[in-house]
């Protein structure tokens, strides 16, 4: 018997191998006409047939490119590239096609080519599974020109925070670190992004429920370095996010960045960016000259310790010689506050279950504090105990066994560790010791 997922695979790899004649409504997908339900959303035919693909208009949608890739799906549009979902026609796999038309806008088409010789080129010398893979670009001829790529099965970053509330801080930890950790080997190979934001990270949802997150578009992406001419001059990145050397065309480095990634960190936790408005120009004099906001600010119901506020503070600093030096540091923070996090986590759960499980008094209530029946102290919980109460160093110890930090007497019960140090025998003829004595 063949399972659900083996017969939608061979479906989509029969659907592939095929000239598609019509599409479907709900996705846009390419659909063939004798097809029960579309094979990529599950939509039912009409009654009346799938409509044919003439009308929806697409000219890249059902062709085949190259003879090897069959475009079966729209996933994108940009301001001079449309994405595409393609299909393997001799294997079971699928990927994504960037379709640039260098006749778009005012661009100069040559000057397109060797950006995205230069985008390829730079991903191809990282291997960081939180960077979208490049494969190769295709000349599709008519002044378009085609970047094989992997597909992600996601949401970006811009629609998952929009599609509910903010994200809860250990998401947004575990998503920026997995970010940092992609930029920082591209910043280790002296490339810098430039047009990090939510729409440029794509999170996909694994089996187990973990996000993964992955780093798309370096298209603009610029290299640092004497030996390498910057293709790309002026303002270049989006103004939601930029970094104030951006806005003023300054010289940049991989801070620039990391600038960025704070802006980010933002607007994961409160929903919106740094320093929202309809007007860019406004947009841009905020980013120059007024203090980022604090989280707590924009999201008053929501708890920030003090060392997040610190560090999405220093990563928005407009003096970047202020933020953190590189992204070793601020993944170094995080794992601090996710470390931190998860410890009071379990210390409330700890105390939930502790309360639980104190002793009824004499009027049935539970105890405020569990007593130990034959003493009049209160059981000390081994996190409220002072280590020093615990172990005692063996310099605060003279020869004769007291501490020379309190010189007074103290009972022999009161003395740290007595029971485990025994202090030498004071006795002029002690016993002999049969394992540390010969015995005369």
């Not at 090897?68 to 595409?84: C, K, M, S, W």
């Not at 970010?179 to 591209?186: I, M, P, T």
């Not at 973990?210 to 303002?235: E, K, N, P, Y």
């Given at each position: 018997?063949?399972?659900?997922?083996?017969?939608?695979?061979?479906?989509?790899?029969?659907?592939?191998?095929?000239?598609?004649?019509?599409?479907?409504?709900?996705?846009?997908?390419?659909?063939?006409?004798?097809?029960?339900?579309?094979?990529?959303?599950?939509?039912?035919?009409?009654?009346?047939?799938?409509?044919?693909?003439?009308?929806?208009?697409?000219?890249?949608?059902?062709?085949?490119?190259?003879?090897?890739?069959?475009?079966?799906?729209?996933?994108?549009?940009?301001?001079?590239?449309?994405?595409?979902?393609?299909?393997?026609?001799?294997?079971?796999?699928?990927?994504?096609?960037?379709?640039?038309?260098?006749?778009?806008?005012?661009?100069?088409?040559?000057?397109?080519?060797?950006?995205?010789?230069?985008?390829?080129?730079?991903?191809?010398?990282?291997?960081?599974?939180?960077?979208?893979?490049?494969?190769?670009?295709?000349?599709?001829?008519?002044?378009?020109?085609?970047?094989?790529?992997?597909?992600?099965?996601?949401?970006?970053?811009?629609?998952?925070?929009?599609?509910?509330?903010p994200l809860s801080t250990h998401r947004a930890y575990t998503i920026?670190?997995?970010?940092?950790?992609?930029?920082?080997?591209?910043?280790?190979?002296?490339?810098?992004?430039?047009?990090?934001?939510?729409?440029?990270?794509?999170?996909?949802?694994?089996?187990?429920?973990?996000?993964?997150?992955?780093?798309?578009?370096?298209?603009?992406?610029?290299?640092?370095?004497?030996?390498?001419?910057?293709?790309?001059?002026?303002?270049?990145?989006?103004?939601?996010?930029?970094?104030?050397?951006?806005?003023?065309?300054?010289?940049?480095?991989?801070?620039?960045?990391?600038?960025?990634?704070?802006?980010?960190?933002?607007?994961?936790?409160?929903?919106?960016?740094?320093?929202?408005?309809?007007?860019?120009?406004?947009?841009?004099?905020?980013?120059?000259?007024?203090?980022?906001?604090?989280?707590?600010?924009?999201?008053?119901?929501?708890?920030?310790?003090?060392?997040?506020?610190?560090?999405?503070?220093?990563?928005?600093?407009?003096?970047?010689?202020?933020?953190?030096?590189?992204?070793?540091?601020?993944?170094?923070?995080?794992?601090?506050?996710?470390?931190?996090?998860?410890?009071?986590?379990?210390?409330?759960?700890?105390?939930?279950?502790?309360?639980?499980?104190?002793?009824?008094?004499?009027?049935?209530?539970?105890?405020?504090?569990?007593?130990?029946?034959?003493?009049?102290?209160?059981?000390?919980?081994?996190?409220?105990?002072?280590?020093?109460?615990?172990?005692?160093?063996?310099?605060?110890?003279?020869?004769?066994?007291?501490?020379?930090?309190?010189?007074?007497?103290?009972?022999?019960?009161?003395?740290?560790?007595?029971?485990?140090?025994?202090?030498?025998?004071?006795?002029?003829?002690?016993?002999?010791?049969?394992?540390?004595?010969?015995?005369?």
């Amino acid at each position: 018997m063949i399972g659900p997922t083996k017969r939608n695979r061979s479906a989509r790899l029969r659907a592939a191998q095929q000239q598609p004649t019509c599409f479907c409504r709900r996705c846009r997908a390419a659909a063939h006409a004798e097809e029960p339900a579309c094979v990529y959303c599950g939509a039912p035919a009409p009654e009346k047939g799938w409509p044919p693909l003439a009308d929806l208009g697409d000219p890249w949608l059902g062709r085949t490119i190259d003879g090897r890739y069959r475009v079966t799906r729209r996933i994108g549009r940009g301001t001079f590239a449309d994405v595409y979902r393609i299909d393997s026609v001799s294997i079971a796999r699928h990927f994504a096609i960037k379709i640039i038309d260098t006749d778009r806008g005012d661009a100069d088409p040559e000057a397109i080519i060797a950006r995205l010789d230069r985008e390829v080129d730079a991903l191809s010398q990282l291997r960081n599974p939180h960077i979208v893979s490049f494969y190769e670009i295709l000349d599709l001829g008519g002044g378009h020109i085609g970047v094989i790529m992997d597909l992600v099965d996601g949401v970006t970053l811009q629609q998952l925070v929009s599609q509910g509330q903010p994200l809860s801080t250990h998401r947004a930890y575990t998503i920026l670190r997995q970010v940092a950790n992609g930029l920082l080997e591209a910043h280790k190979r002296q490339m810098i992004h430039r047009d990090l934001k939510p729409d440029n990270i794509m999170v996909e949802r694994l089996p187990a429920g973990d996000d993964f997150a992955r780093i798309l578009d370096f298209g603009v992406v610029s290299t640092t370095g004497s030996s390498t001419v910057r293709l790309t001059h002026g303002f270049v990145g989006t103004p939601l996010y930029a970094s104030p050397e951006q806005i003023q065309d300054l010289p940049l480095d991989w801070r620039s960045d990391i600038y960025s990634l704070g802006a980010i960190l933002f607007f994961m936790l409160t929903g919106h960016p740094p320093f929202p408005s309809n007007n860019t120009y406004d947009v841009l004099r905020m980013h120059l000259e007024k203090p980022p906001p604090r989280l707590a600010s924009v999201v008053p119901w929501g708890t920030f310790p003090p060392s997040l506020e610190a560090l999405v503070a220093a990563m928005l600093a407009k003096d970047r010689q202020v933020r953190p030096a590189d992204l070793s540091l601020v993944i170094a923070a995080l794992d601090r506050l996710t470390l931190e996090e998860t410890s009071e986590a379990h210390l409330d759960n700890h105390s939930t279950i502790d309360r639980n499980l104190r002793p009824l008094d004499r009027h049935g209530q539970r105890m405020s504090h569990p007593t130990n029946e034959h003493s009049p102290e209160p059981i000390r919980r081994h996190r409220d105990t002072p280590l020093s109460g615990v172990l005692k160093l063996p310099s605060d110890f003279g020869d004769d066994g007291h501490n020379q930090a309190d010189s007074s007497p103290r009972k022999r019960s009161q003395t740290p560790l007595s029971g485990i140090l025994k202090r030498p025998s004071r006795r002029k003829n002690p016993t002999p010791n049969t394992f540390t004595e010969p015995v005369e």
